[in-house]
């Protein structure tokens, strides 16, 4: 039997809350809550963070006005397993989803239900990604998605996934007939979310609106030409994790990289004017994050899944100025992906119900302590693509404060002290030295993993059991790829 709540039930208990928050909002203003998505947008490649070569002048501004998790973590550093832990609350092992492109079947209320019931009016533009491929080979990535698996949005203008930004299709509403962007897909999707917004400034509800936008995540190459002529040819400063042979290639990578991100502050720009315009700025909660980062050839690697820093670290800025107000303030405590929803439920006033597994953190923005350091539970069930081109294992590890830790299926593997190596180029695992602080987080893992019921089981076993051994992405090919310092060969998969 399903240990997890019955959906039902938990739909029929949220309509009995929805009169609660319309009662509290004859005295107070229920707050509007727009959260943006960027896809594969690293915390680290962000000027407030320190990287020179960003040019975001409006991010940077609502850095200088927002609540910032500086350690906010993807756990399962892939898309789809984190947009499922954004809308469920749950860890990928809890609602399914862990690894591309299995289908979501959520039995509790998820985001867009869970707002609805509270009298919300909901919308959802971009990029959806969960309504998953059983085919295992992709084959809904461009389908129509149903009502029943938008789970509770109710404005619709999405795909499932594409990453054709300038001949981007979406459906809208119940019209199973595909539609195209016109131009690069962030401005207009852009253009469409700050009508969405305008439109409900003018009525009693508040909204939740998401806008999942496609970049900075590759093609790389494929920002408007203004955009890229920024970065072409420009001297580009690289981390120092980054391999000598490979810097070249890399600063040509980081060139496109940077033009989306430079094009998507101007998507920054016209939402807050919008918000300004309407006059709900100041009782709107914005949230810019990504999914996951993207190695960029640190650590001589590509894109995500994988447990260093580059990978799982992703921005996170909360600007709410009626309860937060607009100074700047940074908090070190993790947040991990499952601890969105109920943070924003819990910023919105909204009861956080028992099947969300995630931390409420909305007293941290307030003036609340953390309950310690914890550590955010870094989790890859299956490796797949680029997890299994560089013939990594699954792992299971902590980000905390301080430090990393990983144990692969097939034992310890990585250990750093982020403080004194920033770039993680020191494995500390076996080293004398640090035998008391391997003993130490290998039991707050265990700790951490028995409290999320998570077996630690061989990646085969989580495939047979979800029936997707016949997934492309499970099947890649296999390779390995020594550590560019030298020091975490022996764990590599064989």
């Given at each position: 039997m399903d240990p997890?709540?019955?959906?039902?039930?938990?739909?029929?208990?949220?309509?009995?809350?929805?009169?609660?928050?319309?009662?509290?909002?004859?005295?107070?203003?229920?707050?509007?809550?727009?959260?943006?998505?960027?896809?594969?947008?690293?915390?680290?490649a962000t000027r407030y963070n320190g990287d020179t070569n960003v040019r975001t002048?409006?991010?940077?501004?609502?850095?200088?006005?927002?609540?910032?998790?500086?350690?906010?973590?993807?756990?399962?550093?892939?898309?789809?397993?984190?947009?499922?832990?954004?809308?469920?609350?749950q860890y990928p092992l809890t609602n399914g989803v862990f690894i591309n492109d299995v289908e979501l079947k959520p039995n509790a209320p998820t985001m867009g239900e869970l707002f609805t019931k509270a009298g919300y009016k909901t919308g959802f533009i971009g990029k959806w990604h969960i309504y998953g491929s059983p085919d295992g080979n992709y084959g809904r990535?461009?389908?129509?998605?149903?009502?029943?698996?938008?789970f509770g949005f109710d404005y619709w203008k999405a795909c499932e996934c594409t990453h054709e930004y300038n001949k981007s299709l979406y459906y809208e509403g119940n019209d199973?007939?595909?539609?195209?962007?016109?131009?690069?897909?962030?401005?207009?999707?852009?253009?469409?979310?700050?009508?969405?917004?305008?439109r409900s400034s003018k009525g009693a509800d508040p909204f939740c609106m998401?806008?999942?936008?496609?970049?900075?995540?590759?093609?790389?190459?494929t920002a408007p030409p203004e955009f890229r002529a920024m970065y072409k040819d420009a001297e580009i400063a690289l981390r120092d994790n980054v391999p000598q042979n490979m810097r070249a290639e890399s600063a040509e990578m980081?060139?496109?990289?940077?033009?989306?991100?430079?094009?998507?502050?101007?998507?920054?720009?016209?939402?807050?004017?919008t918000l300004d315009k309407a006059g709900i700025a100041e009782d709107t909660i914005l949230v810019f994050t990504s999914d996951h980062g993207d190695m960029m050839l640190s650590q001589g690697l590509t894109t995500k899944l994988h447990p260093w820093d580059e990978s799982i670290r992703v921005p996170f800025l909360v600007r709410y100025p009626r309860k937060l107000g607009v100074k700047a303030r940074h908090i070190r405590s993790p947040?991990?992906?499952?601890?969105?929803?109920?943070?924003?439920?819990g910023l919105a006033g909204?009861?956080?119900?028992?099947?969300?597994?995630?931390?409420?953190?909305?007293?941290?923005?307030?003036?609340?302590?953390?309950?310690?350091?914890?550590?955010?539970?870094?989790?890859?069930?299956?490796?797949?693509t680029e997890a299994r081109k560089y013939g990594f294992a699954e792992y299971r590890g902590l980000r905390t404060q301080r430090h990393t830790y990983v144990r692969s299926i097939k034992g310890p593997w990585l250990l750093y002290d982020n403080q004194s190596d920033p770039f993680q180029m020191h494995n500390l695992i076996g080293k004398p030295d640090a035998k008391a602080l391997q003993a130490r987080l290998d039991r707050q893992l265990d700790t951490e993993l028995k409290r999320h019921k998570d077996e630690f089981l061989p990646a085969a076993e989580y495939v047979k059991r979800a029936g997707v051994g016949h997934y492309r992405e499970v099947n890649s090919q296999v390779g390995k790829h020594p550590s560019p310092w030298g020091d975490w060969d022996s764990t590599l998969s064989s």
């Open positions: 997890r709540p019955n959906r039902r039930q938990f739909l029929g208990a949220a309509a009995s809350l929805a009169a609660a928050p319309a009662l509290v909002g004859q005295a107070v203003k229920r707050p509007n809550v727009l959260l943006i998505i960027a896809d594969e947008w690293r915390a680290q002048p409006v991010l940077d501004r609502l850095a200088a006005q927002s609540a910032s998790f500086d350690l906010a973590i993807s756990g399962c550093p892939v898309c789809c397993p984190f947009r499922a832990s954004l809308v469920t609350g990535r461009l389908s129509y998605i149903p009502p029943d698996h938008r199973p007939t595909p539609k195209y962007w016109p131009g690069y897909d962030a401005f207009a999707q852009t253009d469409d979310a700050c009508s969405f917004m305008e998401v806008l999942s936008l496609g970049p900075p995540h590759f093609p790389l190459p980081h060139r496109g990289y940077y033009a989306h991100m430079a094009a998507l502050d101007l998507c920054f720009d016209k939402i807050l004017k947040l991990n992906s499952p601890d969105i929803l109920p943070t924003l439920l909204l009861p956080v119900p028992g099947h969300i597994q995630g931390t409420n953190h909305a007293g941290l923005m307030t003036g609340g302590t953390s309950d310690g350091d914890t550590g955010a539970l870094l989790t890859l069930a299956v490796p797949i």
